[in-house]
């Protein structure tokens, strides 16, 4: 369980301090990361980049 205490840390310091508007800022650096790994690692690359 030591792999998601950065992850349960920051849920309890939102839930705890109400801080609610750093949840959007959170999940979307989330989706970039994973957009990332998919990106480099896979045959979509060509679509990705397009996107973009």
Do not use: N
Not at 2 to 22: G, N, Q, T
Not at 33 to 44: A, E, M, N, P, R
């Amino acid at each position: 369980m030591a792999r998601f205490y950065l992850i349960r840390d920051v849920w309890s310091f939102m839930r705890e301090r109400k801080k609610w508007w750093l949840l959007p800022i959170v999940i979307m650096l989330l989706l970039v990361g994973i957009l990332i790994v998919v990106g480099q690692s896979s045959s979509l690359s060509p679509f990705i980049y397009a996107l973009f």
